[in-house]
């Protein structure tokens, strides 16, 4: 209660000098006079200490803190290393570990997040997404949308400054007889240019694409097909479904990687009207309503709100097409959707670039990995730091005893924090520029040096230097600097128990985040595994996959060629079979049709995915008939059949394949056709998306993709002669290829880079929690070497005390496990949800996970204990 009335009166550094004087005198009195009457005293004097109440409005001491003090602390603080040199390595190496991961992941996460940031307009640019309802249910959900809403929105919504649509294509781009298939080709509108900020480095940005017959390109290609840059005012040959001699009238610099839609080519607008008019002289890709294949994006004027934007586009929306919704039994919205959204959040249909869409989840999951770790490090320091507190416990009582303020020592304690930082970012800094490029190779990542140039880069390691020395410094500081001197010189001094409490929690903490990266690793490892041996319900082993032909000298006779060259391929006896269609398993379908059975309503119309295909087509790719036949060369009435996957029977509501066999159907809304076979559904696309019901009608001389399945294991041998086959039917054609497994399984790169990058940091958890735990052994076999000594002698063996050791860091282990395993299943149970097929938590990962860490802990604790262990009772008996 005494000790209650002072705290209220003086301030901490007065409080300090008064308890102690009072507390010696209170010693002598219990030794002289008894415990009664000594607290008697004691409480008289405390209340007679208040006579001098006016010390407490002195003014503060003004504390020296000069240079020359500030260089004191920082010379005691490289002598208290020095002293201290496996518990200083283990704290630097382990924050610099900490701080090197974050560094790694938050360049990761800054790039994710900096897509099409790069646009002034950012903040205001939007693409229009395409959904289509029959019904209750969402059919289309595209990223592409029809030709004549941009134009409509313009025209209907003031808030619209202005818009560009860019229709996406591929072909073979030739000037002077060389040739090259080129993918990134993009038909812009005018707008474009204006819109967007891509660089203007030749040409008028008023006229470069506003005329038919031009072409914009990039810095790149030019250099590619004229090794300069000032090529305005040449020409390029496009082959494709569009044949056009093409003058370039601008080059642009390269589109940055950090962008959505990425092109080589943008073709005028009016180029493509030209190939679309119609007699009355209107286009269809400037009116159509129904063809979803133009990236669509409008630039609001500022302070617009989408969301009102999109309530209001409805209705005006109705206006226009409510009589065909009505009439038609659908319905289309075109939200709005941020640009700088797309990257991370967007997993439509038609994405511009869908092998390189980010994951939004995965970005989370790993800003979330480098916090984790980050404060692993964090908590190294102030454990080890609390750990050492009665080591230097007489250092404190001596400076206390000399004179020395409470507020000088948290200041000295705090300088050790910032200097001890400051050494682990230098380390972590040269770990990151060492080893970016390894990093990169290993996630797939393109992360340059040059971020160590950028302000913000700089601004943000000062912000987390200042935060760590401070979160990291401050409590060891008020610890260390509280102890009482005349406790510490009589030899008093004992563990505060809430220290000890702090000090396990904080071990908890570290081991359920490692226990949380363990079992996540897992279970990234079993769903990729899963995923790679999951039956797709096709063979896609030994497949080599062609890029048909773009350049043709006379259209008419492209069929007999294409069959001319396919016999010629079967008569190799290295290919087993070969067949041609308009997709391949592993590429998104653009090819829809609304489908019903012939004798249905309108209300039953469902969108259906073409393939076209041939005869060899299933034959080849070994998927199964469930009912019915294959095409076939004999049936000439073929062309007015059509083949269905099962999921496209039970959109028709048919129970049976053998049921189906004979239904009449309608595509298209005029198209009829006899079902003739029934296929098991396979996977045209990764495990992330559903599987789609498909048609497959005969189509015998597409030109899109032809296959080869290849019965030889010299695929180099089969390569050159299908390449010369290919150029002694197809001159002027590029021979481009891919074998399909490679092809398909890069739908998995994003999942494959997340589990590297989980194992990778998981990896560097485990390892500064460990170093921790070796460190907070050490120094708690340090303070039991007595007991080890008096154990020893009683007759323990060395077994014994190692496990006497061990057992309170295990204890810790198992609690960390009990506590991150909930953790653990809601977080990665969502993030499987993401998969149409996808594992079971299972009991087993837990189990892993637990005598993973509990093995990794024994190791760590294990070397430290077993040499306290062994040490000669009779030394551990003269400590202290």
């Not at 969402?138 to 209907?156: H, S, W, Y």
């Not at 200041?411 to 490029?437: K, R, Y």
């Not at 393109?446 to 200042?466: H, I, K, M, Q, T």
């Not at 249905?600 to 076209?612: A, H, I, P, Q, S």
Request: proline content about 3%; aromatic content about 12%; overall charge negative.
């Amino acid at each position: 209660m005494a000790e209650k009335l002072l705290r209220l009166i003086y301030d901490d550094e007065l409080l300090d000098d008064i308890l102690g004087d009072l507390q010696e005198m209170f010693q002598d009195r219990v030794e002289s006079k008894g415990l009664v009457k000594a607290r008697l005293h004691y409480f008289k004097d405390a209340f007679l200490s208040i006579r001098n109440y006016d010390l407490r409005r002195k003014r503060k001491v003004r504390y020296n803190n000069s240079i020359p003090m500030l260089k004191n602390y920082i010379k005691t603080t490289f002598r208290t290393l020095s002293k201290n040199r496996v518990y200083s390595a283990l704290n630097i190496f382990g924050l610099a570990l900490g701080i090197a991961a974050c560094l790694f992941i938050s360049q990761y996460v800054s790039y994710e997040y900096s897509y099409d940031k790069f646009h002034s307009n950012h903040e205001n640019l939007y693409r229009v997404k395409y959904m289509v309802y029959r019904g209750e249910d969402l059919q289309i959900n595209c990223a592409a949308a029809v030709p004549r809403v941009g134009p409509f929105m313009k025209e209907n919504m003031p808030e619209v400054v202005d818009f560009a649509r860019a229709y996406p294509m591929s072909g073979v781009i030739e000037r002077d007889n060389i040739q090259f298939r080129e993918n990134r080709i993009q038909i812009a509108d005018p707008a474009f240019l204006k819109i967007f900020d891509y660089p203007l480095i030749h040409g008028d940005l008023e006229t470069a694409l506003s005329e038919p017959n031009t072409v914009v390109i990039t810095e790149s290609i030019a250099n590619k097909y004229f090794g300069r840059t000032d090529v305005v005012g040449e020409t390029l040959n496009l082959y494709t479904w569009i044949e056009k001699t093409l003058e370039i009238t601008g080059v642009t610099a390269d589109v940055p990687e950090n962008s959505h839609l990425k092109y080589n080519f943008l073709i005028s607008y009016e180029t493509l009207n030209n190939q679309t008019r119609n007699d009355d002289g209107t286009a269809s890709s400037e009116t159509a309503w129904g063809w979803y294949d133009f990236n669509t994006y409008v630039l609001l004027e500022d302070g617009a709100d989408p969301k009102a934007f999109d309530e209001k586009f409805e209705e005006v929306l109705y206006a226009e097409r409510g009589e065909d919704f009505e009439k038609y039994n659908f319905r289309s919205d075109f939200p709005l959707q941020p640009i700088t959204d797309i990257h991370l959040y967007s997993n439509l249909l038609q994405e511009s670039e869908p092998a390189e869409q980010g994951d939004g989840d995965t970005v989370f999951f790993l800003a979330i990995i480098a916090a984790f770790i980050l404060i692993i490090a964090w908590i190294n320091y102030i454990n080890l730091s609390t750990a050492k507190s009665l080591e230097r416990a007489k250092e404190v009582g001596v400076r206390k005893s000399m004179g020395a303020y409470k507020r000088q020592l948290v200041n000295q304690f705090l300088t050790e924090s910032f200097v001890l930082n400051f050494l682990a970012l230098s380390l972590a800094v040269i770990l990151v520029v060492i080893t970016t490029p390894f990093f990169n190779q290993l996630i797939d990542a393109d992360l340059s040096r040059a971020f160590f140039l950028e302000p913000n880069f700089w601004l943000a390691v000062l912000g987390v230097y200042v935060l760590g020395s401070f979160l990291s410094g401050l409590y060891p500081a008020f610890i260390l600097s509280s102890f009482r001197p005349i406790q510490v010189l009589k030899g008093k001094m004992t563990t505060n128990k809430s220290g000890i409490l702090l000090r396990r929690a904080l071990v908890v903490f570290q081991f359920a985040a490692s226990v949380t990266l363990i079992a996540g690793t897992i279970i990234v490892y079993q769903q990729l595994s899963h995923m790679k041996k999951l039956d797709v319900g096709f063979d896609m082993t030994d497949t080599m996959v062609m890029r048909g032909p773009e350049v043709f000298a006379v259209d008419s006779l492209f069929g007999n060629a294409l069959n001319a060259f396919e016999n010629e391929l079967k008569s190799n006896p290295n290919i087993e079979a070969v067949t041609n269609s308009s997709n391949v398993p592993g590429d998104e379908i653009f090819w829809t049709r609304g489908m019903r059975k012939q004798e249905d309503t309108r209300e039953k119309n469902f969108t259906v995915y073409l393939v076209g295909v041939d005869q060899d087509y299933f034959p080849t790719y070994d998927i199964e008939f469930l009912a019915g036949r294959n095409y076939d060369k004999s049936f000439t009435t073929d062309t007015a059949n059509v083949i269905i996957n099962k999921a496209t029977m039970e959109y028709l509501n048919i129970q049976t394949p053998d049921e189906a066999i004979g239904q009449r159907v309608l595509i298209g809304g005029r198209d009829k056709r006899t079902i003739i076979g029934v296929v098991d559904n396979y996977r045209q696309q990764s495990v992330k998306n559903s599987i789609n019901p498909l048609v497959f009608p005969l189509t015998e001389n597409s030109a899109s993709f032809i296959s080869v399945k290849l019965n030889t294991d010299d695929f180099q041998a089969a390569y050159e002669e299908s390449k010369a086959t290919f150029d002694q039917f197809f001159p002027g054609n590029p021979f481009d290829t891919f074998f399909l497994d490679e092809f398909y399984n890069k739908q998995y790169a994003n999942e494959q880079n997340f589990s590297r990058a989980f194992t990778l940091f998981a990896f560097f958890a485990i390892i500064v929690a460990c170093l921790g735990l070796f460190g907070l052994t050490s120094f708690t076999a340090l303070q039991r070497t007595k007991e080890i000594g008096i154990r020893k002698v009683l007759g323990a063996d060395i077994s014994q005390i190692v496990m006497i050791l061990s057992k309170e860091f295990l204890i810790l282990v198992a609690i960390a496990n009990v506590i991150s395993w909930p953790i653990v299943y809601f977080l990665m149970d969502g993030w499987l949800d993401n998969f149409t097929s996808r594992i079971t938590i299972g009991v087993s990962v837990f189990l892993i996970a637990a005598i993973m860490v509990v093995i990794i802990a024994l190791i760590a604790v294990g070397n430290k204990t077993l040499s306290i262990a062994k040490t000669n009772p009779v030394k551990a008996l003269r400590y202290e």
